[in-house]
């Protein structure tokens, strides 16, 4: 008998204000559809609500400044035709994206959402409350939908977990065949952010997924988080975009250039 | 009521040869393990069987050769602790990827294997022949491993698709708040692949997953393939790594300081 994966979204959830408990808010949604929990669910909460609740809102016109709060390290830059520049940037959280993950979707007009502070930290909370009052092992994945080079679109990612495996342990284990399989190291947390996402949609209103029948990636509180995915930029073939390393590279071979012909 | 998406693999797919009939295989599978497909249903298949049943293998020790054979740019390289060489390479397909797909796990001891010629020709042959013997609108994606920029780990997308919707429908849709959602185009193609992965595992000799419920996703079989999510070189910031950006980059300003010396 294989996995089987049951994937659904969480209707119910209200307007998620500042200051929130959304582990609760959770449990009453839960309990509203005549559902329980049970050992081994894994719930993808879409990191606005926890932004939301975590009261991570700043006024639109800010926009600007926020991104550049936000941001530790700007990895590429574009002008867009309607005059703006999209940013890529490394935020605070080691994470690549544009923006900063600054969003300006679904958010109460006239304001912006920034990422929550340490969104281990919110998985960890989420988590440990919920496994507190259920008595019920789950694991929670906070979701955030990120673009990606060389393909078009987005799909969601993992940006914080608490009690899920990140990666799918399979150092050590052998293929079909016998042959280890040192390099695949599935990167499981995102692909239920991935599934989460296709319930969730953008639309519906609805920031939670429950996924039911992965009990095998739930684990301990103590498990690594989302910000285990991050590689460090100094290891990343892509760490600038191929416009900034060659803007680089030519200021570098024309100071060597000009240095040589003084040294002639 | 929102979707209810459930996934699972499939046991009891036999060891796939060159010339099999795949369409075939998947449906004895299918009718053994007591089940039938529904209209909505897509299934997962990874590239590998596709591969193997095209006739795809190649001897190892042919593995770099096949690889620049396969390889139409290189993005990115990095000398590996092993000595080796890892390529990241653009490949026949304008997928960006390590080794341009060539597989080495869970092949024939001696083989590996090339990506399929096609793979959404490949996924248009399985749903059309599925679609005609079931009488049932099925849809295919054709799955692979990928890294990523960024982020450890691995990931499966899609790299051939029939009869599924690529991107959520979403443009001219507005958030909850009015504002128009022009900029988000989630791949649902990937995500799909990613649900996948996560019942299938790497291990477990299941290379095909269901997934039921996500029949808003499924539609005819003159769709955009898979190949419509690679965006173009030229569009991308990351068309090439930071160190071969910065590579021409130094030469080409070593160069323009000598002509302007010369001129001088």
Known sequence: MTDRMLVWALAGIPEVAAGADLPRVILDAIGTAGDQLVDGDILVVTSKIVSKAEGRSVRAEDREDAITAETVR????RAR???GVTRIVQNRLGIVG???GVDASNTEPGTILLLPLDPDASARAIASKIRAETGVDVGIIVSDTLGRPWRDGQTDV??????VHIFDQLH???DSAGRP???TQPCVADELAAAGDLVKGKISGCP???VRGMGRLVGDLDLPGASSIVRSSEKDMFRLGADEAHRIGFD???KAARAATAAE
């Open 181 to 183: 399989l040192i390099v």
């Open 208 to 210: 939670v997924a429950v």
């Open 98 to 100: 544009a923006a900063a």
């Open 158 to 163: 993992a940006i914080g977990a608490a009690g």
């Open 81 to 83: 035709a309607d005059g």
């Open 74 to 77: 700007v990895v590429a830059t």
């Open 252 to 254: 570098e071979g024309f």
């Open 172 to 174: 050590g284990e052998l």
